[in-house]
């Protein structure tokens, strides 16, 4: 158990009392700036505007969901020896409240030991809807939020993250406007998925939503619920449906075996690689797969 007691002794106490007898302050290692990331879409982010001046870390484990991700002991080490932590926001990493307590509580912050950047800051948000990244264009405000942090804490290497971010951005702009070009020749645009996490993308890109199964993460569909996206599959008459690399759904074989519907899979990108290409990548193959399906 994770007491934010024992947070404070790891970030506050032992840097204190490093300058006589305990380790170096681990926030740095090599001079170099320590920055820990939550999700994987955060860590391409984070590693491409740092490039080699920062090193990079993300805290939940390649294929793990962050939804209902609890805290290990060893991610209090972690972020206890980490100067910046990247989080999406959007309450998508709620549990880490039990690790800090209130930010104005947090002895870590009024010691500015810690520093935690909200990349969400300036997203125009769906309701409380956490799934931000998968939009590029939400990427690219993502991206400035995680470049003013690095030139505020590190400005010795300012003029690396603003030249890397701006590369960077230039990128995901390009992918932006592949997305938007190739989408408006498509022949349908009417979507349903298993997961709640394309509400930005689609409505960014002009594709419908007709329908998502599971409305809340980690809660089951209710059976009027099914019933009614039975309904509209009928209605709108949809022949694709949509899940995830990771995960079987049941209802979904069930559905597309009932409804003769085709099944395709497509990444909600809350669990992939740590790289600096993962995040391109990604939305590149999901580009493929929607395209496979609706033209
Ligand atoms: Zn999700």
Redesign the pocket.
């Given at each position: 158990m994770i007491t934010l007691r024992k947070l404070i002794f790891l970030a506050l106490i032992c840097p204190v009392i490093s300058l006589h007898a305990c380790r170096q302050p681990v926030t740095q290692t090599g001079g170099k700036l320590r920055i820990l990331t939550t999700i994987a879409p955060l860590y391409s982010f984070a590693k491409n505007v740092a490039g080699d001046e920062a090193i990079v870390d993300n805290l939940i484990p390649s294929g793990v969901?962050?939804?209902e991700y609890s805290l290990s002991p060893g991610d209090a080490r972690k972020v206890s020896e980490t100067r910046i932590l990247i989080i999406n926001g959007v309450k998508?990493e709620a549990w880490l409240n039990k690790l800090q307590g209130p930010a104005s509580e947090s002895p870590t912050n009024d010691n500015k030991k810690l520093i935690i950047v909200d990349t969400s800051a300036g997203v125009e948000l769906i309701g409380n809807d956490?799934?931000i990244w998968l939009s590029p264009r939400n990427a690219i405000m993502q991206v400035k939020n995680i470049r003013d942090a690095l030139v505020k804490v590190d400005p010795d290497n300012s003029e690396t993250y603003t030249k890397n971010s701006s590369e960077y951005i230039q990128r995901l702009g390009n992918l932006d406007k592949e997305i938007r070009n190739e989408i408006r020749t498509w022949k349908q645009n009417r979507i349903v998925t298993y997961?709640?996490?394309f509400k930005y993308f689609a409505g960014e890109y002009g594709l419908e939503l007709a329908v998502v199964i599971q409305e809340t993460?980690e809660i089951e569909p209710s059976p009027k619920h099914i019933a009614h996206v039975i309904e509209t599959i009928k209605s709108k008459g949809i022949r694709a449906i949509f899940t995830e690399p990771q995960f079987s759904h049941k209802i979904v074989t069930s559905l597309a075996g009932d409804l003769n519907l085709q099944v395709y899979s497509l990444d909600?990108l809350?669990t992939g690689l740590f790289s600096k290409e993962w995040y391109e990548d990604s939305i590149r193959s999901n580009l493929q797969v929607l395209k496979k399906a609706l033209n």
């Open positions: 969901g962050p939804h998508l956490p799934h997961h709640p996490a993460p909600t809350e």
